[in-house]
């Protein structure tokens, strides 16, 4: 669900005991997140209200000890930007904030 006046897109997630992953398609027409420059800047993303950290370097699988709650922009082209978000077996929703939306 688009929320313009936040600037967000919110899902809803029933993960598994082992947590899970989302990868997401945001359309720029949709919703998009830009620097003043007009370049693309990093969405904000919150799960169950927190904000979670994005994974600058790819998302960490194996070696880290804890993988949950992280997120990698994972494919950019000039129509869409495509994130993955990890998240832990207790979370219920995510919130993907830009600062643009079509209203």
């Known amino acids: 669900m688009s ?3 936040r600037k ?12 899970g992953a989302l990868e ?8 998009d997140s830009k620097n003043a420059a007009g370049q693309d800047a990093p969405f904000i993303v ?4 927190n904000r979670v950290s ?8 194996v070696t880290c000890s804890n993988i949950f709650n ?3 922009e994972t494919h950019n082209t000039n129509t869409d930007r495509v994130w993955t978000i990890i998240f832990g ?7 993907i904030i830009g600062n643009h939306t079509s209203t």
Do not use: T, W, Y
């Not at 919150?46 to 209200?49: A, C, H, L, P």
């Not at 994005?54 to 699988?61: A, F, M, Y």
């Not at 077996?89 to 919130?95: A, G, K, N, Q, V």
């Open 89 to 95: 077996p207790e979370s219920r929703f995510i919130e």
């Open 54 to 61: 994005g994974e600058p370097n790819g998302i960490c699988v």
């Open 8 to 19: 967000s897109l919110a899902l809803a997630v029933d993960p598994n005991s082992n947590g």
């Open 46 to 49: 919150k799960i169950d209200g």
């Open 70 to 72: 992280s997120f990698k």
């Open 24 to 31: 997401v398609n945001l359309p720029r027409h949709v919703i």
């Open 3 to 5: 929320d313009p006046s």
